[in-house]
């Protein structure tokens, strides 16, 4: 177990790790700092960053063939260059640091390595968004609608929530939303009275729907959204239902960088957390997102391709888009990566099905039927059933028994044309009721 899990496990609490004292206090003037800076100030401000990466980085075997060459010679990292080789790309020293683990929007899992520092910064940065929208992260009550395992997906008594840190979170199990429980989700939701709302879009999208259909409303100041792919509608039907701020955010588990929107088309990227390279693909204002973390000496990614995309309005803006001066209108990913249940509750967080498993190389998960779903998977070694009993196990702690599950091995999973590898693939007809 790594140093800050057992800092964790000791009960410490946020306020002695994600928001450490004084660092937190240092990150979020820093932050505040870049804010209030033009184009060229936080170019030079950045560029203090990326030496101090760079002097860190070139002692390790990755990156030290391009020890003391500027930043634009090192070669473009890949996420299949990380996976065959991450020792070559890990600092070898440093007690405090934090084990993470990513599937990706390719299904190529990657193991992680934070440093304390990056962890914290991570938290400043994440609460410099709910402060800009109008919101307090580290006092506020806050009702929660993501991918974490509340209970299990076949008990369908509730409640369906867990309340944690004395009263200040409210913990829903999004797996048990739909038509039939909305109501109890709601009351639950009012009688709370959350000052922030911080959700998967799909969640937010179930919860709409619910609250649309009775007719209901609910004044919540500040709904912060994450992780997948918030479109303008969904966006738009928030800020009616709880007259809120919506503040979505995009980031990696690589940590490499960081944006944000508090309206409709208009991103932000951070140039605190990371450097960022706005590469053109197909001459359409499609930019392929190229970074470099600045607060993680644990593992530094230099020229890092996250696989994402971008939409800029103007090629011409791309320099002062990458330092934020400018915004852009949306990040291209995910916006589906749920599976839907008999009863149409949506089945989110299969994201974290992939992660940690050892001997897996890609992973799909395909829904066939209501009640089926088609496990392809690529393993690193020749397949056995301590690896096949591992996959089964991650799965079934996200599906209800009422779901039958498949696993299949494979040599490669198709890719789409775009050259982009779902994770979740649902067949035509199938839909979430709400």
């Not at 997948?228 to 701020?245: I, K, P």
């Not at 190389?361 to 209501?370: N, S």
Request: charged share 25%; proline share 6%.
């Amino acid at each position: 177990m790594n140093a800050i899990a057992r800092l964790r496990m000791a009960s410490l609490g946020d306020a002695l790790v994600r928001r450490f004292p004084p660092l937190y206090l240092a990150y979020r003037r820093d932050l505040a700092a870049f804010d209030a800076l033009d184009t060229a100030g936080r170019q030079v401000r950045q560029q203090r960053l990326v030496d101090r990466v760079l002097a860190a980085a070139s002692g390790l075997p990755g990156y030290s063939a391009h020890k003391g060459k500027p930043l634009d010679a090192y070669p473009i990292l890949t996420k299949e260059m990380l996976r065959a080789a991450p020792d070559d790309y890990r600092s070898p020293s440093g007690l405090l640091t934090a084990a993470a683990a990513t599937s990706g929007s390719s299904g190529i899992p990657l193991a992680i390595k934070r440093s304390f520092a990056s962890v914290v910064f991570e938290q400043a940065a994440i609460d410099h968004v709910v402060a800009l929208a109008g919101g307090d992260f580290r006092n506020d009550r806050i009702a929660v609608l993501r991918g974490e395992a509340i209970k299990d997906p076949s008990d369908r008594t509730p409640p369906y929530w867990r309340v944690e840190r004395g009263g200040r979170i409210m913990n829903f199990s999004v797996a048990h939303l739909n038509a039939e429980t909305a109501e109890t989700f709601f009351k639950a939701l009012q009688d709370f009275a959350p000052g922030v709302i911080w959700a998967y879009p799909s969640a937010l999208d179930m919860l709409a729907a619910c609250m649309e259909r009775q007719g209901w409303r609910l004044d919540v100041p500040v709904v912060l959204t994450s992780s997948e792919v918030l479109t303008d509608e969904l966006r738009a039907r928030a800020e009616q239902l709880f007259g809120a701020c919506v503040a979505d955010y995009y980031g990696q588990a690589e940590r490499v960088s960081f944006a944000y929107a508090l309206k409709a088309a208009a991103y932000r990227f951070m140039p605190a957390y990371g450097q960022v390279e706005l590469h053109p693909v197909d001459g359409d204002g499609r930019f392929r997102i190229i970074s470099m973390n600045l607060r993680n000496a644990a593992q530094p990614l230099v020229r890092y391709d996250t696989g994402d995309i971008a939409i800029a309005l103007d090629a011409q803006d791309a320099a002062e888009v990458a330092l934020g001066t400018k915004s852009f209108a949306r990040i291209e990913g995910r916006e589906s990566d749920y599976l839907i249940a008999p009863d149409g509750s949506r089945l989110i967080g299969m994201n974290h099905i992939p992660r940690s498993i050892d001997g897996l190389l890609q992973m799909q998960l395909r829904q066939t039927d209501p009640d089926r779903v088609l496990v392809l998977a690529v393993a690193e070694r020749p397949t056995d059933e301590t690896l096949k009993a591992a996959i089964a196990a991650k799965v079934a702690q996200r599906l209800p028994q009422t779901m039958r599950v498949e696993i299949r091995f494979c040599e490669a999973i198709a890719r789409e044309k775009s050259g982009k590898m779902p994770l979740v693939v649902r067949e035509p007809g199938l839909c979430a009721s709400g």
